[in-house]
């Protein structure tokens, strides 16, 4: 007789049994429906039943792994989010949730009408506002709310972009009340951020729950990315053929990630505003083959910093005559600049009758009620009830005297209040109250095994097809409480610690099934017009990531080189010749400062000055870790270049090197240099794989190529100097120079396994300087570097072969020239030779400088239309 058959357990009623009591007047999504003070053992809402049952009990155990790899997916991905709050301007992981929010269809359709509404609306109020301001001379809008902030920019008044379309990427915050409606809480209308952070938590969760993602029918979103790009294309002047880039701010920006995520996801370049250049009303691209036109602008870029000329004067971020490339009609900027006063919340009570005036109908989603205390009765009239509210600001500020977060009273104290209100009093056209919010919320896993109902906001996204019409995102960013009273955020602030989850909006119909894989290029596309564009910024990013890695691993091996010889721990003694040479180099190269008595004078001293300059980052010394800390910076600005494991690579070299290092000298030893040592031995590890990320991992462009000469310039001067003082100071005669020699050039295997223990000039110059199967001979790098300088710079073939002839080729000079000694004794022509080296490379160094990257160079500089 075969046993019972086991029924597994439901996984509904596991996760039923599992959800804690939602909180009083806020509406359960996981239950569907408006939480009461008890009873959480309701059935959950179908949605919810239909979720994890997809899953089943095998997928509900395992939801504890499921939340670890997802930490460890965006720890992989090298997502971020800068906080800016703690006043180090701090990077953290990307804060994403297990559990995604779900939006059922008939939920949705009212979600687009409404999104769909307010997209057209607001296009519209810009077009009138920048046009013939209708709404402010009939008093639908109040002047002093429009005209007074501070991203109403006037010079754009009477421009009307290509096809009437000011507006191309529109972000609308919603929050589910407790009637059980959507209601708008605040909408972004400048340089809508989450984009890209929403196709991160989908690419992610997705693969947590593969049957749910298919059970449920969730709806793709590459359809409404397409529309996005094809409708600026059908808008810019070029059309199909048009250059589009995506504008950042910089690696520093809170959302940088997601910058480089959404241009690598759309195909687009990243770039800074450095990168751009306006030339005869028309904007172009600094790349390293010339100025490549550019007609498609999406920015992150905040309105007043766009253009120096015209706004704000001391901004770094934006591009001197934009404003007027825009004016011409040669490029589209998506949003256009001037949107940020749609933003106000104090504009929100009068939509409603803008609405009416433009579009004829009634506001399908309603927004959260807010007064705007610059009108006086209004203010009157809720003063004595300061307490029901939240009170936000009008405009935008960055005056920390001015500016403020939003306040919930009812969190405050008498005296604050009664401070507050005095705030208003004196200026009421700065401050807007809103009433409290009280969103719906969402599930979150905890590691206690439990389900926590927390407050939830969806910021939901409208994108222009550059046909007059709108497409809504079939999804959004969903911001979730870092615990379950979310009173103190109402608007649940990534910057003060919220976390975001991933947004399904289930569908009846067909999934979508576009992808945004480009189409397939035939082999006569490649040979006409294929090209991969290294920008000016990234080129001088990649120059500089090469030589400040070559530096590092210059100031490892000296550091290193400097403690063995002086603690004896390598060499039998050092003389004084391999001090004074030891001193020269490290003074020379940053390592310690010129204050400090030469090793002769007081050896002790000198090594503990050394060993406490190695963690030095303040710039008075270029320590290792001042050196560490700049590759880091340099290898930020080209996230979109460098693979995640590389980039992560130099990432853990500098946190280890500077978290070793101050563990072995906090712990208080008399002498720590032994383990200084070998934290220096741990770094050149490092350094070595980052070598190898570069040499074997990169693709062979002329970015790359850049990088390479950088390395070699720092190295052929370092190498050239150091032989030159070398010999200047006779190392070559004695035991403990010859190896010091050999050690600086990071040579002393190859030289015994060639010539055993023999201590001549001969055999030691033909490795150090001519033999070209030695990477590190002066021959191999001189060759290395004028091969690839020229290759990068074969556009400009005649500038180039005229710079090449000048630098030095070390593996053709004579080797019994170079050995014997002249009439002094001493060795005149090579040390000049070595020196002229030193001087050569670094005349390449400006030469690239001034033709490569700043384009100073003659009238004749190739331009691509």
Known sequence: MEPPAVTPPDAALLAQAAAQPGSPGHVSELFGRLSASAGARAPLAPLWQRFFR?????????????????????????????????????????????????????????????????????????????????????????????????????????????????????????????????????????????????????????????????????????????????????????????????????????????????????????????????????????TLTGLERVHVVLRRVDDEYLDPLELRPDSALGVPGLLQALRAGEVIVANAPGAGWLESPGLSGFWPGVARRLLGEELHLPSFTSWWCGEEAVWRSHRPRLEDYVVVPTFPTSDTTTGFAPIVMATQST??????????????????????????????????????????????????????????????????????????????????????????????????????????LAAADLEVWWHRSVTSRSAENLFWLGRYTERAENAVRLARLTLESLTGSVLNATSPPVLRVLESLTRRHGLVGFGVPSPEKSLRLFERSLVSALGDTSGSVTSVAYNLGALKNCAQTLRERLSPEHWKLILETNDHFRQHLDSVLADGQAEPVSDVIGVLGRAAFHLSAITGAQTDRMTRDHGWRLLSVGRQIERLDFLAHALALGFQHGLHELDDGFALLLGLFDSTITYRAQFQARREVPPLLHLLVIDTDNPRSLGWVARTMRERFLKLSRHESAWAAEVAARLPRPDTWPLEMLSAPDAARGHGPLIAALQDCSAQVLMLSDEIGRRLFSHVGPENHMVWQ
Request: net charge neutral; charged share 20%.
């Open 54 to 286: 997809a899953q089943g009990a095998d997928g509900w155990r395992d939801l504890g792994h499921s939340a670890k790899r997802v930490q460890h997916r965006v720890q992989e991905d090298g997502a971020t989010y800068n906080v800016y709050d703690d006043g180090n301007h701090t990077s953290r992981p990307w804060p994403l949730e297990l559990l995604p929010m779900l939006i059922e269809p008939s939920e949705w359709t009212a979600i687009e009408r409404g999104v769909l509404q307010r997209a057209r609306l607001l296009n519209a109020a810009m077009a009138d506002v920048y046009g013939s301001r209708c709404l402010l001379n009939e008093g639908l809008l109040p002047p002093s709310l429009v005209l007074a902030h501070p991203q109403y920019l006037r010079p754009l008044h009477g421009c009307e972009p290509p096809g009437g379309i000011h507006l191309h990427v529109l972000a609308f915050d919603l929050a589910r009340g407790p009637d059980g409606l959507w209601w708008v809480l605040a909408q972004r209308t400048q340089a809508p951020s989450g984009l890209g952070y929403l196709l991160e938590n989908r690419i992610i969760i997705a693969q947590q729950f593969p049957e749910a993602f298919r059970e449920l029918r969730v709806q793709r979103l590459a359809s409404t990315f397409q529309s996005l790009m094809q409708g600026l294309l059908r808008l810019s002047p070029a059309g199909e053929r048009s250059r589009v880039v995506l504008l950042t701010p910089g690696p520093h920006n809170e959302t940088y990630f997601e910058h480089v995520f959404l241009a690598r996801y759309l195909g687009l370049t990243l770039v800074e505003g450095g990168d751009l250049t306006v030339r005869a009303n028309r904007l172009y691209l600094k």
């Open 415 to 520: 005296d604050s209040r009664v401070a507050i209100a005095q705030r208003i009093d004196a200026n009421p056209t700065a401050y807007t109250l809103q009433a409290r919010v009280r969103p719906s919320e969402t599930p979150v896993w905890t590691p206690a095994g439990t389900l926590e109902p927390r407050p939830a906001v969806v910021r939901v996204f409208a994108l222009a097809d550059g046909q007059g019409g709108w497409r809504v995102l079939p999804g959004g960013l969903t911001r979730v409480a870092n615990r379950r009273d979310g009173a103190h955020d109402p608007w649940l602030s990534m910057q003060r610690g919220s976390a975001s989850i991933d947004t399904w909006v289930r569908t009846e119909g067909t999934v979508d099934a576009t992808s945004l894989l480009p189409k397939p």
